[in-house]
């Protein structure tokens, strides 16, 4: 129940369903439960079809191949996961049928049988996601070609959207300047900018103002990459809260390494709070993970300075955002 932000079972009515969770009332299950992609409802009353998630979609893949309804479905779980968080939010989001010329819209195409590929991007509105980086393997091999140490199909919903609400809170939110100060001059030719980057890479101590090497390569990027991780950390805290994580390492003699995960991220707070538990949280979880043989959870380098950038976001997030009530 998407716009209640809780779970219910369901009991079989003649006209749809009635949740448990409320009192009255019938509702339906999103069209893309058929295909078992979703297991939202339609707000009640509504006639939509399709839930708050997938009445975004624009175009879907050949469903009847199942291989293409295989990568959607993990698409799709990635998207509700990121539509999650802009639900808590309430994010200002509008479909292209209410904004049609920049409504938040998705594609999830597969590449040609000529051989051309989909380029994951977002252009207005319109977020493209490539079907190939719902295989494991591919994504691997993107990843490893593009020298990243992190890319999650997450990790691209998040990014993209990223594009979509500078467009919102920043350009058209008045906030440009104040983001210009944080990011730099987004007026800056972009596929130049690009072309220089995928050429000479990134400078040797981009760590120390940017949260990864892609950030570096124009300022709608550094906003993009910024956005992505804010998410990360908000989410990421939230589940650590649910399930009341606390760091507390005994060699610890100061409290630098220390931190109990025991507050509502996404409720309005101080971000120096966010950052204080984050900090210890994520060391803690690179240890456990390399204690496994695997890659740090969070293999990134928070510098001041990107520290400050995540700050504007939050800042800019905390400005327009209405937290929904859970359960």
């Keep these: ?29 999103c069209a893309n439960a058929g ?79 000529a051989g051309e590929k989909v380029m994951t991007g977002h252009d207005n509105g319109l977020i493209t996601i490539a079907l190939s980086e719902a295989d494991d393997i591919e994504r691997e091999r993107r990843r490893l070609q593009m020298g990243e140490p992190y890319r999650t199909l997450l990790g691209h919903f998040r990014h993209e959207v990223g594009h979509y609400f500078w467009d919102v809170l920043v350009r058209d939110g008045g906030k440009l300047d104040a983001c210009r100060q944080v990011f730099g001059d987004d007026s800056v030719d972009y596929g130049a900018a690009l072309q220089r980057h995928y050429t000479d890479g990134a400078p040797s101590d981009w760590q120390l103002q940017f949260v990864s090497a892609y950030a570096t390569s124009h300022p709608w990027e550094d906003f993009a990459e910024t956005w992505a991780h804010y998410l990360h950390i908000v989410d990421t805290l939230e589940m650590a809260s649910e399930f009341g994580i606390e760091v507390r390492p005994a060699v610890d003699d100061i409290g630098g390494l220390t931190a109990r995960v025991s507050f509502d991220p996404y409720r309005p707070c101080d971000f120096d709070a966010i950052v204080r538990a984050w900090l210890p949280f994520t060391f803690a979880m690179n240890c456990v993970s390399r204690a496994m043989g695997t890659r740090d959870l969070y293999p990134f380098i928070l510098s001041p300075t990107v520290i400050g950038k995540l700050g504007f976001i939050h800042r800019l997030v905390q400005d327009v955002a209405k937290p929904a009530e859970v359960g």
């Design 1 to 29: 129940m998407p716009e209640k932000q809780t779970i219910s079972a369901l009991e079989a009515e003649a006209a749809g369903f009635r949740a448990l969770a409320e009192a009255d009332g019938v509702r339906s299950l």
């Design 35 to 113: 295909f078992d992609a979703c297991n939202w409802l339609v707000d009640a009353g509504s006639t939509d079809d399709y839930c708050r998630a997938c009445r975004h979609n624009g175009t879907v893949p050949n469903l009847s191949d199942a291989a293409h309804l295989d990568r959607w479905r993990q698409l799709e779980i990635a998207k509700h996961r990121l539509f999650y968080s802009l639900l808590r939010w309430n994010l200002p989001v509008k479909t292209r049928a209410e904004d049609p010329g920049h409504g938040l819209i998705f594609n999830f195409l597969a590449d040609d049988l």
